[in-house]
């Protein structure tokens, strides 16, 4: 067939299936429209994965082992700790570029938390982000940047938590962008803790009225 490629390696293939992900649900995806984004037939994809749910295995397996690049990437990139926890918030916040964008990203969160073996590497990824995230606390210590005596492993899991909560409080609003929603939640979590000010750098300036936030 013209257009297609001959040759396409597995990192191209699930950068194929994100973007496919990106625009139709779980139920909606199939080979072929990975294929399509891919530049391959359908059955080069059956030949090299097996089907459609061993590609997003594979996949998810890929993603349950991608925390360290991830926040080593972000490290490299930012001066600070804490200024690289706020990047890595903002990057959450790419699930969420639409409301319906993130519609679509909790349809494939279900089919990973009611899937065994898709909950083991959401699992695996979400153990190794908290140990990054704890681990940048305790250098935003070390560098004077938060006081001395913050609980690490707390503040560490309610950074977790409030980055997902922010992300469902804004689809519930839908009030301005996500990535504004988790800054402000994020500088608020921190706020306590901080020795000295800052600008926050993942926040718009959006005001967000309190009698429209939900406790």
């Excluded at 991608?66 to 490299?76: D, E, H, K, T």
């Excluded at 494939?108 to 009611?114: G, P, S």
Aim: proline fraction near 4%.
């Amino acid at each position: 067939m013209p257009g297609r490629r001959q040759k396409v390696t597995d990192e191209e293939v699930f950068a194929a299936a994100q973007r496919a992900m990106s625009r139709r649900g779980p139920h909606e995806l199939t080979l072929a429209d990975i294929a399509g984004e891919a530049g391959v037939t359908p059955g080069r994809l059956v030949q090299r994965f097996g089907s459609k749910r061993a590609l997003l295995v594979a996949l998810s397996e890929r993603f349950a082992g991608s925390a360290g690049s991830v926040f080593g990437g972000l490290r490299a990139a930012h001066s600070g700790p804490l200024a690289t926890l706020r990047a890595y918030a903002a990057c959450m916040a790419d699930v969420a570029p639409t409301p319906d964008a993130l519609l679509r990203n909790l349809a494939y969160l279900q089919d990973d938390l009611t899937d065994d073996v898709l909950r083991g590497h959401l699992v695996e990824n979400a153990r190794a982000s908290r140990r990054e995230i704890e681990a940048l606390l305790a250098a935003a210590i070390a560098a004077g940047e938060l006081r001395r005596h913050v609980d690490v492993r707390s503040l560490g899991r309610t950074v977790e938590t409030v980055i997902s909560g922010s992300l469902m409080s804004w689809a519930t609003y839908r009030e301005g962008k996500a990535v504004d929603w988790i800054g402000m939640d994020l500088e608020a979590v921190l706020a306590p803790w901080l020795r000295r000010p800052h600008a926050p750098a993942i926040a718009s300036g959006r005001k967000r009225g309190t009698s429209k936030r939900r406790l």
